[in-house]
């Protein structure tokens, strides 16, 4: 057997109970989709600093308003550099796997209300190569 199909020691197993436990009274379990955006405003390659900003600050007040939650089926998660690096803010719709650039306040509102609430992705401002395909 090697070292990879070790059992876990006895403390690791109680964390990996606890976290199980945990999990099936967190909000994430019911999360039908996460929208990531890249805030990466330490390298701030995709977007300025200011744009990634004004971009999570819309995301948030919006998804508020609009009552997207993770008990309503949608979480947005700011994130660190998402690895395209250009024409950013990036951002990516999971589990459609669908990524979007250029995402401003009016991207963000378009991808929310068209894609997100609606199902049909904006395809103006995808990036991603199977939903380009299509
Ligand atoms: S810095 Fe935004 S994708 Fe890399």
């Known amino acids: ?11 690791v197993a109680k964390k990996i109970d606890a976290a199980r436990r945990e999990l ?3 909000t994430a379990p019911r999360t039908e989709r996460q929208l ?7 390298t701030a390659e995709c977007a300025s600093r ?9 995301l948030k007040k919006r998804t508020k308003e609009l009552k997207l939650s993770r008990v309503s089926g949608l979480w947005r998660v700011p994130c660190y550099c998402l690895g395209v690096c250009v024409g950013g803010p ?3 719709v999971l589990p459609d796997n669908c ?31 199977k939903q380009l395909e299509k």
């Open 50 to 58: 200011s744009s990634m900003t004004t971009s999570w600050k819309y």
């Open 90 to 92: 990036i951002a990516v």
């Open 24 to 26: 099936k009274t967190a």
């Open 36 to 42: 990531l955006l890249c805030v990466d405003r330490k």
């Open 1 to 11: 057997m090697t070292d990879s199909k070790k059992s876990p020691s006895k403390s």
């Open 99 to 129: 990524w979007y650039g250029h995402c401003t306040p009016q991207v963000i509102e378009r991808i929310l209300k068209e894609h997100i609430i609606g199902g049909t992705v904006v395809s103006e401002y995808v990036i991603s190569p």
